[in-house]
């Protein structure tokens, strides 16, 4: 088990980008500065007919939601793990981070509205919906919507944006407060050192022995209970260790995260248990020989399927509702120490749609977050176009009052 580990770490070594004439390269497009350089890109490979997952191509439709599918799928050398090339871009979300070291997603961490909407599906077995809902709020919070391309990482608005037209400074997953938000589960606070994106292997011990603490010592499960305990203990050491915390209803969205580890992590070859095996596969993490835990690149665990009944919107707003609710926490902020609570935003309205007995009431909600966030992105009327061109076909015929351009 150790030396494994510790072969997993050394085999991150760089690979040279040279090897890989795949790369198509393309110019940022003229501006009088330095930023102007050549820009190594390459998409994610499209997939074969031989292996086709739960059946999404990069076409932008709904797969068969059909899952119980190893993922990758033996022989499917594309899609095996690679250690990500240098300067490629990786982030705060490990699920993310998993798609592109497996190449569903472009391996430099660039990637489409095509591709991510069809990798939720074939890996994690996300319903058409929830694909679509996840990608455009990651879209609507950090993405390119002229170019439909997004990163993953760190903020590249020249190599996300089209060649020579640059439509907006672009976040990238992150960028601190967008999808990226204090209080989560393995990555700093943005406050401690500006690195609110990289793998802290001490927040990462701190789940295990939450997880320990609620199930057992040999064998610690990150199911709900570990997962509702673990974030409310970020949250309570967050309050007294951030004097500049803000912690709004946004933050929901880390909860929904959270709803990962246990539904959608779990290989269904495996009874769905969420064990340290699957989930420090997930999150990169390789216990050290003193026992502190080290990071390589996020990747699915030997054997693993994926889930055989589609992620459903109900389970993963019914999954943050009740996380949530297990123990409540002010919404608010630190103003230099002195907490500030805030009331819920408009966002309230939405959760009470959400929580309505309509089914249709869940889809909806998520919907008029999207528009919400889109009239905030930086090139707001883009931004919305994109959401009514990919969205407004999926929610319009569940009975979702729909945006429309002005
Ligand atoms: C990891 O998190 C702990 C707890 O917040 C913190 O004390 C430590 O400085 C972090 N480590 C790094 C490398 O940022
Ligand atoms: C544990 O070992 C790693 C790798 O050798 C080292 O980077 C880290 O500082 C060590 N941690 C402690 C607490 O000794
Ligand atoms: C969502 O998924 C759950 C679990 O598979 C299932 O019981 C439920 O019927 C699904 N709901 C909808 C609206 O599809
Ligand atoms: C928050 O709500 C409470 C109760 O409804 C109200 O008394 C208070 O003034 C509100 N605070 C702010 C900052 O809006």
Known sequence: MLLSALALLLAS?????????????????????????PIQRRTAVPYSPQFPYTGATLNGAAGTGVGGVQVPAPGDYAHY??????????????????????GFLSRDGITTYTEMVAALQNVYNADFSVAVALTMLGFVLDGDPVSET????????????????????????????TFELDVSLTRNDYYLN?????????LFGMMVETAKSTS????????????????????????????????????????????????????????????LETISSFFGAVELPNGSWGHVGERTPPNWQNRVAPLNLTEVSTGITELYAAYPKPYGANVDGVWVPLNSTSL????????????????????????????????????????????????????CELFTMP
């Not at 981070?97 to 497996?102: K, M, P």
């Open 348 to 399: 309230s309205a939405l959760r009470k749609r959400q929580s309505a007995s309509d089914p249709n009431g869940i889809l909806c909600g998520a919907y008029d977050e999207i528009i919400e966030h889109a009239e905030a992105a930086p090139q707001p009327l883009a931004m919305l176009q994109f959401v009514v061109e990919k969205a407004n076909p999926v929610f319009g015929p569940v009975g």
């Open 150 to 177: 997004m990163s993953i990482g760190g903020s590249v608005p020249l190599v996300t944006g089209k060649p020579g037209e640059f439509t907006g400074e672009y976040g990238g997953v992150s960028m601190h407060g």
């Open 194 to 202: 500006g690195d609110s994106h990289s793998f802290n292997g001490t």
């Open 13 to 37: 070594s760089p690979v040279f980008v040279d090897a890989f004439p795949a790369y198509a390269t393309r110019y940022a497009g003229p501006r009088n500065d330095d930023t102007r350089k």
């Open 216 to 275: 057992s010592a040999e064998n610690p499960l990150f199911d709900f209970n570990a997962m509702a305990l673990y974030r409310s203990q970020q949250y309570e050491r967050a309050r007294v260790e951030n004097p500049w915390l803000y912690f709004p209803q946004l933050a929901l969205h880390n909860y929904g995260a959270a709803t990962f580890l246990f539904n959608a992590f779990p290989s269904s070859a495996k009874n769905y248990t969420p064990d």
């Open 81 to 102: 793990y690679e250690d990500p090339l240098p300067g490629a871009q990786r982030g705060p979300c490990p699920g993310l981070n998993a798609l592109a070291n497996h």
